[in-house]
């Protein structure tokens, strides 16, 4: 764990991302990118390396607003996301998503401990229910967000860190909330929404040179190690 910060001793929100963070998903990512033929980027071709590697680097976005930009066309890059989200999806019901080691009982920690936790996603509802569906964690917390259900806006913007906020009411002041991620688009989320304690996890897409530049407060090696943060450990 590497800290930068004291840690804030009053957080009673944690807003955790899913896919890198909480879900290991196995790079599934790239690989619904790769299935979604209706795409219509050659694969092997220059164009969809480059499309890859912007994918790879905006890990942590809402997938829609990836694909405006690779597109620049809203029609197409509705059609594309929607490909996209079935391709996951299809390998979601597949079997190919488990917990990240530890974050289903870090989850539960952190609830036991009296504090709310909030899961977030880069994805669409319908991907979301998938993923909690095939996890059993439709139940786990008491509340779950995509970009929809904040206005359309996801990372990097603050907006479902916010959203959290508002609809729980289990903080008083933005500086009691705490958010992890495995992208450097989950800690600016964080870092823009004001939240007193914003981590970056080494179980993803990202490491401590984006999360640092992000402004993460902490670096964890896993969710799993939160409790124990928020628990005072250095």
Not at 61 to 66: D, G, R, T
């Amino acid at each position: 764990m590497t800290s930068t910060t004291p840690v804030t001793p009053d957080i009673r929100l944690v807003v955790l991302d899913m896919a890198g963070t909480t879900v290991a998903d196995g790079g599934l990512v790239e690989r619904a990118f790769a299935a979604a033929a209706e795409l219509g980027v050659e694969p092997g071709s220059a164009e969809h390396a480059e499309h890859l590697a912007y994918v790879r680097a905006t890990m942590g976005e809402s997938k829609i607003s990836v694909f405006r930009h690779l597109f620049g066309d809203e029609d197409r890059a509705r059609r594309a996301n929607t490909a996209f989200e079935k391709a996951y999806g299809d390998l979601v019901d597949a079997g190919l998503v488990a917990p990240v080691p530890g974050a289903r009982e870090a989850i539960e920690e952190l609830t036991g401990s009296g504090r709310t936790v909030v899961l977030t996603t880069g994805f669409a509802r319908v991907t979301q229910d998938a993923v909690l569906a095939a996890l059993g964690w439709r139940d786990l917390v008491p509340l779950t967000l995509c970009p929809a259900d904040a206005g359309g806006r996801g990372r990097p913007y603050p907006d479902m860190v916010l959203e959290a906020f508002v609809r729980t009411r289990a903080a008083e002041d933005v500086r009691q909330v705490a958010v992890a991620g495995d992208t450097s688009y989950d800690v600016l989320s964080g870092v823009r929404a004001g939240a007193g304690l914003v981590a970056g996890v080494r179980t993803g897409a990202h490491g401590d040179a984006e999360f640092t530049a992000a402004g993460a407060t902490h670096v964890l090696d896993s969710v799993a190690g939160l409790p124990a943060l928020l628990a005072g450990a250095r």
